[in-house]
């Protein structure tokens, strides 16, 4: 009857929170907070992304949700060439990668109880309504404001970077997700949004097309076992970090570390080569 959401942003976790208190489960936070984040943390987070869910129901069922980002078709060696230094793409249309996220919320809705509709709303209060701008996001603003300016100028205040305590809206943003709500994920890599990032790849020398959109799966697995100190533990497999976590932790098992302070000096040490 209690459950705890923790996120990179505040906001973000109280989303996660509310979809708690109206009877969702853990995967229902859990895709409010990735929503939320997409809002409150973009230099972080959001719909263009990629990312993994692991996932261990009350019935015993078990989920390792892959929805890593793939590269478009036409992003060949010989393009790659053709652009010149990656530096160089990193930042335009070109080096944009097939979103994985709104494929990942798709697959993980099948473990939801509440619809996607109730999951997004938090998300799109926030973007329209706006929210109070913290430090980091200033800071980010002010680190990034040339490449900004010039790719995402919507991320600023006149061309000028936020300063913390100030509100911020991104209406567009809410327009998106009010769309993903009403018409499912396939509005992403199929409907009126993939036909909208078509057409502006297009306009701007981008590599991605509506196809590489359909193409994308968000991929089922089974979660890899470890154990640590007796205790079971569920990590995604290859391509992200999960068996090098395991491995860590079972060569921290030779070691009493709790005889250790946190600041010990051995410990970190310890940690450090594990």
Same mark, same amino acid.
């Given at each position: 009857k209690q459950g705890m959401v923790t996120a990179a942003h505040p906001l973000a976790a109280r989303a996660g929170a509310e979809i708690l208190e109206k009877g969702g489960n853990a995967v229902d936070a859990a895709i409010a907070v990735s929503l939320a984040l997409g809002v409150v943390e973009p230099y972080a987070s959001g719909l263009g992304g990629e990312g993994y869910m692991v996932a261990?129901?009350?019935?015993?069922?078990? #989920?390792?949700?892959?929805? &890593? =980002?793939t590269a478009p078709a036409l992003a060949t060696y010989e393009n790659l060439g053709k652009a010149g230094e990656l530096s160089k793409v990193r930042y335009t249309p070109k080096g944009y990668c097939v979103a994985g996220v709104p494929a990942g919320i798709g697959k993980a809705l099948e473990?939801?109880?509440?619809?996607?509709?109730? %999951?997004?709303?938090?998300?799109? &209060?926030?973007?329209?309504e706006g929210f109070e701008v913290n430090e980091t996001f200033s800071k980010v603003n002010m680190d990034r404001w040339e490449i900004l300016r010039e790719n995402a100028p919507e991320f600023l205040k006149d061309e000028m970077p936020w300063a913390a305590g100030e509100i911020? &809206?991104?209406? =567009?943003?809410?327009?998106t997700l009010r769309t993903i709500a009403e018409q499912g994920v396939e509005a992403f890599y199929s409907g009126e949004l993939a036909d909208s990032l078509d057409r502006f790849m297009r306009k701007n020398d981008g590599w991605t097309r509506k196809s590489d959109l359909q193409a994308y799966r968000a991929?089922?697995? =089974?979660?890899?076992?470890? =154990?640590y100190r007796g205790?079971?533990?569920?990590?995604?497999?290859?391509?992200?970090?999960?068996? &090098?976590? %395991?491995?860590?932790?079972? #060569?921290?098992?030779h070691f009493n570390l709790a005889?250790?302070?946190?600041?010990?000096?051995?410990?970190?040490? #310890?940690?450090?080569?594990a």
């Open positions: 261990v129901m009350a019935d015993g069922r078990e #989920i390792a949700i892959d929805f &890593r =980002s473990l939801a109880t509440l619809p996607l509709e109730v %999951l997004a709303a938090p998300a799109i &209060r926030l973007a329209e911020f &809206r991104n209406r =567009s943003l809410a327009k991929i089922a697995k =089974s979660p890899i076992k470890g =154990s205790y079971e533990i569920s990590v995604p497999g290859s391509p992200v970090g999960g068996p &090098r976590i %395991l491995a860590t932790l079972n #060569i921290l098992e005889m250790m302070s946190w600041d010990d000096p051995l410990a970190i040490h #310890i940690m450090q080569e």
